[in-house]
């Protein structure tokens, strides 16, 4: 697996730049071993998060919000001999590097890998600069000095260092195009303990990407768009195919692309791209489509939108079978104003944003079912600000669980969360040990976003983790909506999102440590400068708090392994220097020492998710069909999980009810009724969605279970008779004998594999690679026909906990598409 701990800057390494840490997180461009995010700024303003209206102090000067009872607890004299001798202070110096980039590497090897870089011109490297490389293989007790190993060459910040599956890194070094073929890279296979140097016979354009699963299969795009593969790690590379605009692994060996037609001209702006798919690294090639702009890969689908001709709206197809087959998404149209964007997705369903006309600031969110074909309403007014970002977060700790927020008519921006994966959205329930202050009518915890993390509101996001069962720490406040008005405090919650406490006052960079048994969090101070950590064995509960260094320094981040098995976190930051450079420190903190007793059976509790109405002992906790009772810590256990716990659970279906279905195609579910009935044909062909005339056949009986509902017996849509309804848009893929080509040929052995992946552990990585990411598609719009679209009805709850009423017809102008400015970087 790969860990990288992300401080600042890009999704998937660490970048601390000194003008950062002054002035704040910057916008642009940046870089991670799994693609590229980019910042795009719309000409408009976003909307604003609303003042708390009980009080009148100003932006300038936050107040505090409601008052909440925190337990703080003093540390023991032995508790702070222990910790002293167990923590390490390490300082080296940045050199001429202007960023620092810290990666860990493997799992549970204890490799930390800190690279200097510079994201200046090349003057340097022709002045001999050079790039230091430090190394750590006790967690970030002490570090070693291993720039020898890759000759001190000069590393540039836009491509620097990744890091692969299993044990790989890949550093790319900075070399002046003039004169050289190619770029040089140094590989390791053994987390840094020793690179081998290879010369690339191109100048790459952007980081190297690894294969999901099988750290050999390299693919890069040069700066003359040019794809390359590599099958021995970078040993060897052959030219895969030229023109090529954007590419993705997809499952097994799918490498799918698009690329210009030999006699396109400016084929990215005229939506004029041929996208295409290799299973067998480059040697033949099919064409899945023609007249693509842009697309993209996620869970185990393939979607991509499609201009036929130049005054045509995009329309926007998915794929569930690597491009065999694809189907003409069922949504409604977008217009130029408007824009689609991917926000989730694994192998069973999709969650998609649809933008509203006109400078809203929100849309309409819905999801598909198992075939990307039927997307069903799931949540109006669903807020999307002037950034492309969007506070759509998947808590991880709980299954079907999900939290958003959304952009009210009055204009204040509200929090909502969805435990049955958008079936239904909820308002969050006020923290128990907090009251509202002021005569507000709703008084309800409202959690802050991407949106709230780029205004500089927080320092970051909600955070969960698998491995820590049902815990969600996050930023919010409490009222009627979200304040910008008062201090962001942080609270907890134990059951995924149900029930929540306030737990710390004020913005603090938080990790999980123990999956789950160790909370630790630092104070944000603006201005300020930073040398105590607080830490929580009782999730967050109580807090004790350490100082960890005598010398306080410019906080930059924590430095934690990913995936919670460790109990070693490293807090990192600069101390200036007379010279100007800043003194880099690292100090690391080792709770192993403190928390020594190993847990044992005594120290758990069996604990049924989703338990909200105990009264009702068949259905509580039935939630996407499946009742699941894990075993986890107690709060009260102060003890190690270790590095070998695994999480355990029961799981029971439930009896299948009409909840656990979606209304299928061409069907509705009718107002005050659970039934699914077909809707009328009438003369206007409400549920015929077809803008280009062709039809195919679907079978159905009306219903189709929501996508990853486990439910068994009870209703069953089979004693419904079945019938034939016409979807349009699906087509074949053309046929691989007619459009496929023979280019090139590998010498390694390695090329006739085939991997057959696991497709729950395909979906897993595949999140990973894009835990921030949206695609957002674009296109010109015809708006003289307006089709009406029918969608299946689902239910959603307004901030009074009522039910809101059923979802009927939807009317838009047609097309597929979305701001010009946000398809040329698909994944932001």
């Known amino acids: 697996m790969i860990w990288t701990t992300v401080l600042l800057g890009g999704l998937c390494v660490l970048h601390i730049a000194l003008l950062l840490l002054a002035e704040g997180s910057r916008s642009g461009s940046s870089g991670g071993p799994w693609g590229r995010t980019v910042t795009f700024q719309r000409g408009r303003r976003a909307p604003r998060l609303q003042r708390d209206t009980s009080s009148s102090t100003d932006n300038l000067n936050p107040s505090r919000g409601p008052a909440f009872a925190s337990c703080q607890l003093p540390l023991t004299p032995t508790e702070h001999r222990i910790l002293d001798d167990n ?111 290879t010369q690339l016979p191109f100048h790459l354009d952007q980081s190297i990407t690894y294969h999901f699963f099988n750290p050999d299969y390299l693919v890069a795009l040069s700066i003359d768009d040019s794809l390359w593969l590599s099958l021995d790690f970078g040993a060897r590379w052959t030219k895969v195919h030229e023109g090529v605009h954007s590419f993705s692994w997809g499952a097994g060996t799918n490498l799918f692309f698009s ?3 030999v006699d396109a001209v400016e084929a990215e702006e005229r939506g004029d791209l041929v996208l295409k798919r290799t299973k067998d690294f480059g040697k033949t090639f099919t064409i899945i489509h023609e007249d693509v702009f842009s697309f993209g890969y996620i869970g185990a689908f393939l979607f991509f939108s499609v201009m036929e001709d130049p005054r045509s709206p995009r329309v926007m197809y998915f794929s569930s079978d690597q491009g065999q087959t694809f189907n003409q998404a069922l949504l409604p149209s977008a217009s130029t104003e408007q824009f689609y964007s991917i926000l989730d ?95 507000v009518k709703r008084c309800n915890l409202h959690i802050h976003g991407e949106h709230s993390r780029r205004n500089q509101i927080v320092p970051m996001l909600a955070l969960s983790e698998p491995t820590a069962i049902g815990l969600v720490i996050a930023h919010g406040s409490v009222g ?53 950590i607080k830490f929580s064995t009782d999730e967050g509960q109580c807090w ?78 039935c939630v996407l069909g499946m009742k699941e009772t894990y075993r986890r810590l107690k709060k009260q256990s102060v003890c190690r999980n270790g590095r070998n716990f695994v999480v355990t659970k029961k799981q029971i279906p439930c009896p299948c009810t009409r909840e656990d279905y979606l209304c299928d195609y061409g069907y ?10 077909r809707q009328p044909n009438t003369p206007n062909k409400t549920f015929e969605m077809c803008l280009n005339g062709e039809e195919d056949e679907l079978l159905t009986a009306g219903y189709r279970k929501v996508p990853s509902d486990k439910c068994q017996g009870g209703f069953t849509p089979q004693d419904v008779v079945q019938t034939i309804i016409r979807p349009c848009g699906v087509k074949p893929s053309p046929d691989p004998s007619v459009k496929s080509t023979s280019v090139g040929h590998f010498d390694t052995p390695k090329e006739r594999l085939v991997l057959t992946l696991v497709s729950v552990g395909a979906a897993v990585v595949v999140l990973v690679a894009i835990v921030s990411s949206v695609l957002v598609v674009k296109g010109r719009v015809n708006t003289t026909r ?43």
């Open 544 to 621: 004790k708090s350490y100082n960890f260094t005598e010398q306080p320094f410019f906080f930059a981040g924590l430095a934690s392994e990913p995936g919670t098995k460790a109990m070693n976190v490293s807090v990192w930051g600069f101390r200036p220097e007379e010279d100007g450079q800043p003194m880099w420190v690292a100090v690391t903190i080792d709770f192993q020492s403190l928390i020594t007793r190993e847990c044992n059976k005594k120290d758990y509790e069996e604990w049924l998710a989703h338990s909200t109405d105990k009264r009702n002992s068949e259905r509580n906790g």
């Open 345 to 439: 997705g694994d192998e069973d369903m999709l969650f998609m944003h649809v933008d509203n006309p006109g400078d809203t600031f929100f849309g309409t969110m819905y999801t598909s079912d198992d075939r990307g074909i039927l997307f069903s309403k799931s949540l109006e007014r669903h807020l999307f600000d002037g950034h492309r970002k969007s506070d759509f977060t998947n808590i991880t700790s709980l299954r079907g669980a999900y939290l958003t927020n959304k952009l009210d008519i009055d204009g204040r921006i509200r929090s909502v969360i969805s435990f049955n994966r958008g079936g239904t959205w909820r308002p969050l329930k006020k923290p128990q040990n907090v009251n509202c202050a002021g005569n």
């Open 259 to 261: 690329c210009s037609r």
């Open 480 to 532: 009627d909506s979200l304040s910008s008005s008062q201090h962001p405090d942080v609270f907890v919650s134990s059951d995924g999102g149900y029930n929540w406490r306030g737990t710390l006052r004020g913005p603090h960079h938080y990790s999980i440590l123990d999956s789950g048994g160790l909370i630790v969090a630092v104070e944000v101070h603006r201005e300020g400068q930073v040398k105590t």
């Open 87 to 197: 923590t390490q202070e390490t300082g080296f110096n940045g050199d001429d590097g202007s960023h620092v980039i810290l990666t860990w590497v493997g799992d549970g090897t204890g490799v930390i890998l800190v690279l200097s870089t510079i994201s200046a011109p090349l003057d340097s490297y022709l002045a001999g600069g050079s790039s230091r490389l430090y190394r750590s293989t006790d967690y970030g007790k002490s570090f070693h000095d291993i720039s020898h190993r890759i000759n001190h060459t000069f590393i540039k910040e836009e491509l620097g260092i990744s890091v692969g599956p299993g044990s790989s890194v890949i550093l790319t070094a900075d070399i002046p195009i003039v004169d050289n073929p190619g770029g040089i890279i140094f590989t390791s296979t053994d987390a840094g303990a020793t690179f081998k140097s």
């Open 786 to 828: 307006m089709p009406a679209y029918r969608f299946s009805n689902l239910r959603i709850q307004d901030d009074n906990n009522s039910i809101a009423a059923e979802f009927g017809s939807a009317a838009s102008s047609n097309g597929t598409a979305c701001q010009h400015d946000s398809d040329v970087d698909l994944l932001e």
């Open 668 to 677: 509705y579910r009718h107002v005050n009724t659970s039934e699914c009935v």
